[in-house]
């Protein structure tokens, strides 16, 4: 059935209940049943009773489909109600339209705001990205600092740990051992000088022709040898000959055994062996020399010897070439050794050669011996500080600090001419708790000299 027919329909069915009639499917339309019913009504008297009973009958069937009241009445109030509703949706409509077009300008200013928020957060992290680049970088960097650091720290910690175990252990050793460094460097000087003195004297008495050194030794020579073993000993040498064997060897064997000595004292005075032979190395052990006297003027002496104990450290690291250093003791002890064997066997003195030859490999053995001891010393000095003991030229023989060789005499009143025999001095921790000044210092080992009236005796018996 089509919209059209369905609206028609309704319609009329409407136009027979208005009639009073109810119109059913397949029923004719209301117009057809009104002039039906007319004619009906005109032509059979009886149909005024039929109509109002049918009026009833509809009356009844229309209640019983639920038409209860005038159903045009209702689709009135329907269509007030609708229009009612219409009339608050078109206010509201218009109430949201205003709202909307009032909240446009802020709808408008939250999306600039929004953009400038945008752009904010955009630069920010980049500025961010930057930041946690340069902060991984620089962490980077810190890293490998302190991975060096840490490296330092460890090396350090081992340098430490091997400083306790040498503090511990010279605290343990026995000063005996010292004294057996210091008689051993002694006994190989004078063993060594013994013996090639009195073999070369005896060979040069046995040659009538100059066979070796033909120089004579200069003026300047003979000064440098004075201040090492004294003006009347090189005197007495100067003035001996090869045919006076005894005498000139033995006087010969002294003036070695003082240049040895002599030598080994200044490796024991140095304040770093290793500083030696080197121009750079002089200036620096005149520097810390000149640092050191202030140092302990000023200063406790535990402290003092800390601060060597340290340097000395430091300086067998920067310095550790010690095999040049002992080279040089040991050329410059060849040097003052020959000069005086020139005084004595005049044209009969070997030559350089010879002369290298035969002290070269001692000499080295006992400056070897010397730097050994020298490192004893220093790494002994925050307990006990030892040094030589080095008598000057015409000072008094006193028995409690010196002693005199084997083939010497004691007198009672007598000066010193030379050292022949390595001395020591020590002050203990108890000696050196002073603030300041020098520290009261005692005799370790008694130094050996040679005396005046021994040379007297000795010159006045050939």
Same mark, same amino acid.
């Given at each position: 059935?089509?919209?059209?027919?369905?609206?028609?329909?309704?319609?009329?069915?409407?136009?027979?209940? $208005?009639?009073?009639?109810?119109?059913?499917?397949?029923?004719?339309?209301?117009?057809?049943?009104?002039?039906?019913?007319?004619?009906?009504?005109?032509? *059979?008297?009886?149909?005024?009773?039929?109509?109002?009973?049918? $009026?009833?009958?509809?009356?009844?069937?229309?209640?019983?489909?639920?038409?209860? &009241?005038?159903?045009?009445?209702? @689709?009135?109030?329907?269509?007030?109600?609708?229009?009612?509703?219409?009339?608050?949706?078109?206010?509201?409509?218009?109430?949201?339209?205003?709202?909307?077009?009032?909240?446009?300008?802020? *709808?408008?200013?939250?999306?600039?705001?929004?953009?400038?928020?945008?752009?904010?957060?955009?630069?920010?992290?980049?500025?961010?990205?930057?930041?946690?680049?340069?902060?991984?970088?620089?962490? $980077?960097?810190?890293?490998?600092?302190?991975?060096?650091?840490?490296?330092?720290?460890?090396?350090?910690?081992?340098?430490?740990?091997?400083?306790?175990?040498? +503090?511990?252990?010279?605290?343990?050793?026995?000063?005996?051992?010292?004294?057996?460094?210091?008689?051993?460097?002694?006994?190989?000087?004078?063993?060594? &000088?013994?013996?090639?003195?009195?073999?070369?004297?005896?060979?040069?008495?046995?040659?009538?022709?100059?066979?070796?050194?033909?120089?004579?030794?200069?003026?300047?020579?003979?000064? &440098?040898?004075?201040?090492?073993?004294?003006?009347?000993?090189?005197?007495?040498?100067?003035?001996?000959?090869?045919?006076?064997?005894?005498?000139?060897?033995?006087?010969?064997?002294?003036?070695? !055994?003082?240049?040895?000595?002599?030598?080994?004292?200044?490796?024991? &005075?140095?304040?770093?062996?290793? +500083?030696?032979?080197?121009?750079?190395?002089?200036?620096?052990?005149?520097?810390? !020399?000149?640092?050191?006297?202030?140092?302990?003027?000023?200063?406790?002496?535990?402290?003092?010897? !800390?601060?060597?104990?340290?340097?000395?450290?430091?300086?067998?690291?920067?310095?550790?070439?010690?095999? $040049?250093?002992?080279?040089?003791?040991?050329?410059?002890?060849?040097?003052?050794?020959?000069?005086?064997?020139? @005084?004595?066997?005049?044209?009969?003195?070997?030559?350089?050669?010879?002369?290298?030859?035969?002290?070269?490999?001692?000499?080295?053995?006992?400056?070897?011996?010397?730097?050994? +001891? @020298?490192?004893?010393?220093?790494?002994?000095?925050?307990?006990?500080?030892?040094?030589?003991?080095?008598?000057?030229?015409?000072?008094?023989?006193?028995?409690? !600090?010196?002693?005199?060789? *084997?083939?010497?005499?004691?007198?009672?009143?007598?000066?010193?001419?030379?050292?022949?025999?390595?001395?020591?001095?020590?002050?203990?921790?108890?000696?050196?708790?002073?603030?300041?000044?020098?520290?009261?210092?005692?005799?370790?080992?008694?130094?050996?000299?040679?005396?005046?009236?021994?040379?007297?005796?000795?010159?006045?018996?050939?």
């Amino acid at each position: 059935m089509s919209p059209t027919s369905t609206s028609h329909s309704d319609k009329d069915r409407g136009a027979g209940i $208005r009639g009073g009639y109810l119109a059913l499917d397949g029923d004719p339309p209301a117009s057809q049943a009104v002039v039906s019913a007319a004619g009906v009504h005109g032509t *059979n008297e009886q149909a005024g009773t039929d109509t109002s009973g049918q $009026r009833t009958a509809l009356q009844a069937f229309g209640e019983f489909l639920g038409f209860t &009241s005038d159903p045009m009445a209702e @689709l009135k109030a329907d269509n007030r109600r609708l229009k009612a509703e219409n009339h608050d949706l078109k206010a509201k409509n218009s109430e949201w339209w205003a709202t909307i077009q009032t909240l446009k300008p802020e *709808n408008y200013d939250l999306k600039a705001r929004n953009s400038e928020l945008r752009a904010t957060i955009q630069a920010l992290r980049s500025q961010n990205e930057h930041y946690i680049k340069a902060l991984e970088s620089r962490e $980077r960097e810190y890293n490998i600092k302190l991975d060096e650091k840490r490296t330092q720290l460890e090396q350090k910690e081992v340098e430490i740990a091997e400083m306790k175990k040498t +503090l511990c252990m010279y605290d343990a050793c026995s000063e005996a051992d010292i004294t057996n460094m210091v008689d051993a460097i002694n006994t190989r000087a004078q063993s060594f &000088s013994r013996n090639l003195a009195g073999r070369w004297i005896k060979d040069a008495s046995k040659l009538s022709d100059g066979g070796g050194d033909q120089k004579p030794v200069t003026e300047e020579e003979a000064a &440098s040898l004075s201040g090492v073993i004294g003006a009347p000993l090189v005197s007495t040498l100067h003035n001996s000959t090869p045919g006076q064997t005894k005498y000139a060897a033995y006087f010969l064997q002294v003036a070695w !055994r003082a240049c040895i000595v002599a030598t080994v004292t200044k490796v024991l &005075s140095s304040f770093s062996a290793s +500083l030696a032979g080197t121009t750079e190395g002089v200036s620096l052990d005149v520097k810390l !020399r000149d640092l050191s006297s202030k140092v302990m003027d000023g200063e406790a002496q535990p402290a003092y010897g !800390r601060w060597r104990y340290i340097t000395h450290r430091y300086l067998k690291q920067v310095f550790p070439d010690e095999e $040049r250093a002992i080279q040089f003791y040991a050329s410059e002890a060849l040097s003052h050794c020959r000069t005086a064997g020139r @005084l004595v066997l005049k044209t009969r003195c070997p030559d350089d050669h010879v002369f290298a030859t035969s002290f070269e490999m001692k000499l080295k053995e006992i400056m070897a011996d010397a730097v050994k +001891l @020298l490192t004893t010393f220093q790494e002994r000095w925050t307990t006990t500080n030892f040094e030589p003991y080095t008598p000057h030229r015409g000072d008094q023989f006193l028995t409690d !600090r010196m002693e005199v060789g *084997n083939q010497n005499e004691l007198f009672d009143d007598d000066h010193v001419v030379c050292i022949i025999g390595l001395g020591l001095l020590y002050s203990g921790k108890k000696a050196r708790e002073k603030t300041s000044g020098e520290p009261v210092k005692y005799i370790f080992k008694k130094v050996q000299v040679f005396t005046e009236n021994n040379h007297h005796k000795l010159i006045a018996s050939t």
